[in-house]
């Protein structure tokens, strides 16, 4: 099998799994004991709090643990709004429903939200930001790279506008974090999220980073736990792993960025060149360096998902989260796709452990399928296949 879905999720790392393994264990104890068993849980559980922080220049203080990146971002977006004053949120069109949704059901509930268009490459622009914000703003959420054409966004700039306007910055770094230098405080950004199973880490667990002085509301009571904006008993086998994975993607960010630019200019290089009226979508190069997202005219993704299966390819027409639902991608419509273009297109999303040898292999395979189904395409006297 070839993998190229990572965007989705990535493989764990051997080293990950190693570290979790005791904590299965002997070291079962849970980390709100006070006996030696509790202690060695928490302990474990902090040294992972201040990986997580180093890969993006965060103090361990500032790093809440959640279950993933839709956590994360659901407790930014209630979290700010049930404590704040202004009843305006700022997001974009192109976000994930991890925040399209919550900021939906807020709509409902009284409050205005802007989302902000986007341009062909999937960027914001700041200036349409800029004209958005009111008295009554009290969140800006933009994500830091798109999960579907993997655009990177004018973050630090966003970050500056927002702090001019004493407005709390928000950004889905689920992304980006582990593909792309990411760092806290030279950007300016507020509150980050971030998940495990996107740096080869496990799945079920992730982080908001909460910058020192940004005051944010819980979703859950209990036992309060997280200093008490996330109660419940810790998952400290998979926060430990997560950890891991944290430092693992710090220690090797240069050779893996360098590792994903490799693959994903010989891919782009191939398939423009070796396969007719085909278009790479996203932005040629403030692109998160894993990412690829093509249109195939005349081909429709879901059928080239099913034959690159049959050839033991692992591909995807977009964000996993939505696939099931068989919903167009509104991110493409946000970008002024036509419904021709939308339904032919195709994310491959490099990892750590993909070859040149599997690119090539991949590539290969596309041709003889998109040759295939344009054979039978409805659009075959149009483009002349």
């Known amino acids: 099998m070839i993998y190229l879905d ?10 990950v799994i190693e570290e979790m393994l005791p904590y299965f264990r002997e070291q079962f104890g849970n980390p709100s004991s006070i006996h030696r068993h509790g202690r060695i849980a928490n302990t474990a559980i902090q040294n992972a709090r201040k990986r997580i922080a180093e890969l993006i220049n965060a103090n361990s203080n500032e790093i809440l643990l959640t279950s993933g990146g839709t956590e994360s971002n659901n407790t930014v977006i209630y979290g700010i709004a049930s404590q704040s ?3 305006h949120i700022i997001t974009s069109s192109i976000e994930h429903d991890a925040i399209l949704e919550p900021c939906r059901l807020l709509e409902k509930k ?10 062909k490459y999937g960027f914001v622009n700041p200036e349409d930001l800029k004209k958005e914000i009111s008295d009554d703003t009290c969140l800006i959420t933009i994500m830091y790279a798109n999960n579907e054409v993997g655009t990177i966004q004018p973050i630090k700039e966003i970050a500056r506008i927002a702090r001019e306007s004493n407005i709390f910055f928000h950004t889905d770094a689920v992304q980006a974090v582990g593909k792309t230098p990411v760092d806290v405080k030279e950007l300016g950004i507020d509150l980050l999220s971030i998940s495990s199973h996107k740096i080869n880490g496990p799945k079920g667990v992730g982080a908001l980073y909460i910058r ?27 926060i430990v792993g997560f950890g ?11 050779h893996n960025t360098t590792h994903f630019k490799k693959l994903t200019t010989r891919l782009i290089s191939r398939v423009l060149s070796e396969i007719p009226l085909t278009t790479l979508n996203g932005h040629t190069d403030t692109r998160i360096p894993n990412n690829t997202h093509f249109t195939f005219l005349g081909v429709s993704g879901e059928d080239l998902i099913i034959k690159l299966d049959e050839n033991k390819i692992s591909a995807s027409t977009g964000s996993a989260c939505s696939v099931k639902i068989q919903k167009a991608s509104h991110v493409l419509k946000a970008m002024g796709f036509s419904h021709e273009q939308v339904t032919g297109s195709l994310r491959l999303t490099v990892g750590i452990t993909n070859t040149e040898q599997e690119i090539d292999e991949t590539v290969d395979v596309l041709k003889k399928v998109v040759q295939e189904l344009r054979s039978v395409s409805p659009y075959k006297s149009k483009y002349n296949f």
Do not use: H
């Open 110 to 119: 009284g409050y205005r939200i802007s989302f902000l268009p986007v341009d």
């Open 6 to 15: 990572n965007a989705a999720s990535t493989p764990v790392d051997e080293k």
């Open 85 to 87: 004053k202004g009843k």
């Open 244 to 254: 891991m994975a944290c430092k693992l993607a710090k220690d090797n960010i240069n």
């Open 212 to 238: 020192n002085g940004v005051k944010i509301s819980p979703l859950m009571l209990g036992g309060g736990q997280e200093n008490g904006l996330r109660s419940g008993t810790e998952n400290v086998a998979s």
